[in-house]
T-cell receptor, first 111, second 114 residues
């Protein structure tokens, strides 16, 4: 069964302390890997799509990278406003349109 | 605001009652999805529409759940004879056929079953 595993479950950083979140997947035929940000009580907000190993995308302090088995979301010099849950999702090469999500990493950035 | 709109945002009901949620997708999006999310978990897929056709249904969508998308515009998700285990956030998302596959989510409808 296709699975998406995110680690760590929770991460607490000091403002300015860079780190990385991991998303590993076991799917047959990846058609896309998606990163979302979710604030408490809100719907997920789209961040990035990655399609092939070696691909990188950047947005402000965030950079997403993709290998054949995992993706990383690198956060450089985070600020308190980066505190949120970061979700990873995949679409498989099975004709299904829906995304399969991981459980997320809850990030807290302290000033 | 041209994003995905969901109504109501919050619903408290008693066990055994029926509830209905509405989703208005982004206007040019022909694909619409329903997900369910419980505390500390990622969204779980429930069902998918392309225009008015319901093309995918999860095993999570028991016979108490029904979704419709008449005329391929807004969608409704109805839960009959609610149970306490139905308490969750119900998320709607839409996507464009011209897009890269990303889903755009609404703010969700939070259901509490007492």
């Amino acid at each position: 069964e296709d699975q998406v595993t995110q680690s760590p479950e929770a991460l607490r950083l000091q403002e300015g302390e860079s780190s990385s979140l991991n998303c590993s997947y076991t799917v047959s035929g990846l058609r896309g890997l998606f990163w979302y940000r979710q604030d408490p009580g809100k719907g997920p907000e789209f961040l990035f799509t990655l399609y092939s190993a070696g691909e990188e995308k950047e947005k402000e302090r965030l950079k997403a990278t993709l290998t054949k088995k995992e993706s990383f979301l690198h956060i450089t010099a985070p600020k308190p406003e980066d505190s949120a849950t970061y979700l990873c999702a995949v679409r498989m090469d099975t004709g299904r349109r829906a995304l399969t999500f991981g459980s997320g990493t809850r990030l807290q950035v302290q000033p | 605001d041209t994003g995905v709109s969901q109504d109501p945002r919050h619903k408290i009901t008693k066990r055994g009652q029926n509830v209905t949620f509405r989703c208005d997708p982004i206007s040019e999006h022909n694909r619409l999805y329903w997900y369910r999310q419980t505390l500390g978990q990622g969204p779980e897929f429930l069902t998918y529409f392309q225009n008015e056709a319901q093309l995918e249904k999860s095993r999570l969508l028991s016979d108490r759940f029904s979704a419709e998308r008449p005329k391929g515009s807004f969608s409704t998700l109805e839960i009959q004879r609610t149970e306490q285990g139905d308490s969750a956030m119900y998320l709607c998302a839409s996507s464009s056929p011209q897009g890269s596959g990303e889903l755009f989510f609404g703010e969700g409808s939070r259901l509490t079953v007492l």
